[in-house]
């Protein structure tokens, strides 16, 4: 049979099974957006011809990795917020209060680059006015899963004193709704399936009990899956104790909300019990090591989640917080940040990173029918990695295997030579196909400057990030 | 004045001062081997011309980083032990123990061209078979601060059961101090002072009380440092108890091995007291905090060390560990483990750690006179990054700089496009220049074979690497 492609002489990493699903010698075929056959160079060569058959020789085949929590949003605000309490109130609202929708999409498409350079090739993408930034990923060419930020707080919300409940206004919810629906009326499913939607509430601490219920009805009724911050700060917690004497988890329990629809985000703040609550429910756990791990200096509970047989997935959630959305470096972080939480260098092995950014990821989301991994049937969303960059370097084969370690401890994101899309390079040989990087680098830049010049009287002459610019620090 | 480079209309950190010394729309005059003076664009264009004038728009130049702790001689087993409790016994020995003189000198090269590419310039390493890995620097142009290890130890220890005394072999010590010695006289202050040399007791545990009096001696003749393991693990801190009857750093205290000459690396299982210790009395520490959270599941007691006012630098380690050697890795580790350590994440801002690999790490092995900072004077080692790069963008400098944060939290190292060291271009967009990088790490693979070859009769069937492979997860 004839295909588009081969890649052959390469180790392929299926991601099938319980472990990689490692084949030496391996080879894939692609035809159309869809993976024909994957198995050894001789199955594929006996029994498919390909329009292009690439040497893999040296390269890892890998499935495209799977982004499942990010703000792409506010991508144009990378690190402008860093080692200092209250992340968000103090160092990000005063930027954050000037990005204008066109800065979204503009930041946005930075962010969606600097993610498939390093192997993303899903991306959940979560933020206010999503009905625009959509349409980079169409122009891209990468898979995204999106939802509207939806809640009822007004835009000056940065503003509220640290403690004060926040003020629900409908109208805004209902609004910030409509465009969650407008989203998913014209979107989920188009590109032939590349492009599909969820529903997006804000978090449990930030709009009504009533919304929160439309939008679970809108769930079932469109089939797709909620994505929602859940236990994410000790502000939400307080929020939630003020208004409803409840916890977070407890609240979502009683109204419905926890099971196999939900992707908890984050769960920064919940207690074992309330893990494992989440888990036994069936709703999945977004872990975003990086970011948390810089805003917060904590390490979610994702290994307690798993032991109570959740179903997880990583996500790089946003460059103002984390400050990079790159999933080697999130498989690294989740894995080394367990490790020492548990002071056990056994717990949390490369295999398990691996899994959480790919097959794991896919089921977490709704998409494993699809993507997540290598198998005759899924969509061709796959990565060539380099073995050969010193990162890499030596392979190891025999008595023990060292590319699996090595991909998540040590690679980077740069050993990313080729990256395939449904069925379409978007990156090749390290040079994006579908996008003019350094235009789209330059459009950013543009905007960041209009921001940062709004921005100036902003800022608290008292804040420590004007404190730590006067001390030569930044 | 004439001089040989100007890199101008660019950002430079200089790392002098407390911060960060940023200067905007700067430049850098460079003549010789020697920074000629850095200023603001204008005053440099003012007082100098140069053979090439370098655009440095979009980009930062910064001091070269510099890695206090690499043993590239075992880099050619990067990846084969991971994941696992007793991590040199379980995993690296069965291939360290067929690993010859050859294979450490080819492993070191692909080892250093990593660091290299990740902007690495002055190299600590320390390591068996030093007099030749040393060729390896010279070939390349780096600056090198090398030492011998010396133990008493015979090669087979990794067949020594954990929990029984090591023996010791005075014939195997002297033979080792005579190559450290050999290495010091051939080498220290070679190639015009880029290759200089230190002392590299293995550890206080691996050594008879009258070798490590010798090597004190030596150091002090020599004037150099002591670079030494110290409280690297629990198997350590056990062998000293049944010999000594003393913990290390007790005993270090008692023998007079804590003052400015020591660089105590690891201090893994330091107590909070026996931290403090050894900044009071003036030894530097080496953190290595890649490795140490892979092999152990630990983050070490820097920032105690710092508390008490220490002198600290990082290092990489070695590839088997860690599993990279990649200082922008190292960087962003130390911070963010450290702040889940302490579950604070304003503790060890970005700019600690900048400094921890520059300036700080420059006074910690001796060398700050010559590099760790960009000053009138030093030797020129500096890197170019690009700004551009989307994990770097945008760069926003207005009212908060984002760059230092970026660098730390986002860069993964391919960000560095350029490399000077000693005032020779090592490194230029992209391309090494004194290295065929694709023949090193083919030399590397081959060396590599030959070692799997031999190792696979040497793993345990029972060994949880070998149900790792076998279950499908490498």
């Avoid at 989740?334 to 990173?353: G, M, T």
């Avoid at 209009?450 to 004007?466: M, Q, T, V, W, Y």
Wanted: charged share 25%; net charge negative; with cysteine.
């Amino acid at each position: 049979m004839k295909v588009d492609f081969i890649i052959q002489n390469t180790f392929v990493m299926t991601m099938e099974g319980n472990g990689v699903g490692m084949i030496e010698n391996g080879a894939i075929a692609i035809k159309g957006n869809t993976i024909e056959a994957v198995g050894t160079t001789d199955e594929i060569r006996r029994d498919y011809s390909a329009e292009e058959v690439i040497n893999g020789e040296n390269k890892l085949v890998m499935p495209g990795l799977i982004d499942a929590h990010i703000h792409t949003g506010i991508g144009i605000l990378r690190g402008v917020s860093q080692d200092i309490h209250n992340w968000m109130q103090e160092g990000l609202w005063p930027f954050m209060k000037h990005v204008t929708p066109e800065d979204n999409v503009k930041g946005s498409m930075m962010n969606i680059i600097e993610g498939i350079k390093a192997g993303t090739t899903t991306f959940c993408d979560y933020d206010g006015n999503m009905n625009d930034i959509v349409e980079n990923y169409v122009m891209v060419g990468a898979r995204a899963r999106v939802a509207e930020l939806v809640n009822e707080i007004p835009n000056d919300i940065g503003d509220v004193p640290v403690g004060e409940l926040y003020p629900f206004h409908s109208e805004i919810g209902e609004r910030k709704l409509q465009n969650n629906i407008r989203l998913i009326e014209n979107w989920h499913g188009a590109e032939n399936g590349r492009i599909t939607c969820m529903l997006g509430p804000h978090g449990p601490d930030m709009m009504s009990l009533e919304l929160m219920q439309e939008m679970k009805g809108l769930a079932e009724m469109y089939d797709t899956k909620l994505h929602m911050h859940v236990a994410q700060g000790d502000r939400e917690i307080d929020q939630m104790i003020k208004r409803y004497g409840k916890r977070s988890i407890a609240f979502l329990d009683d109204i419905g909300y926890l099971n196999d629809r939900l992707l908890a985000v984050h769960l920064t703040e919940a207690t074992k019990e309330e893990t494992q609550l989440v888990a036994k429910r069936g709703a999945s756990m977004i872990n975003c090591s990086g970011s948390i791990g810089i805003i917060d200096g904590i390490v979610p509970p994702i290994l307690e989640f798993l032991e109570a047989g959740g179903v997880a997935a990583l996500g790089s959630d946003q460059a103002p917080g984390n400050n990079c959305n790159n999933m080697f470096n999130e498989m690294k972080f989740v894995s080394i940040l367990n490790k020492a939480k548990r002071q056990d260098p056994s717990v949390f092995p490369a295999h398990l990173s691996l899994r959480l950014a790919t097959i794991e990821s896919a089921k977490a989301i709704g998409l494993a029918d699809e993507v997540g991994s290598l198998r005759a049937g899924k969509k061709a969303d796959l990565l060539l990695v380099d073995l050969q960059e010193p990162s890499l370097s030596p392979v190891i084969t025999d008595p023990i295997r060292n590319i699996v370690p090595n991909l998540v401890y040590s690679a980077k994101g740069s050993e990313v030579e080729s990256v395939m899309i449904d069925g379409q390079f978007i990156m090749r040989d390290k040079q994006l196909l579908t996008v003019n990087e350094k235009e789209v680098i330059a459009i950013a830049q543009e905007a960041a400057n209009s921001i940062s010049e709004k921005a100036k009287g902003d800022i608290h002459p008292n804040s420590p990030l004007i404190k730590r610019m006067e001390a030569g620090e930044l």
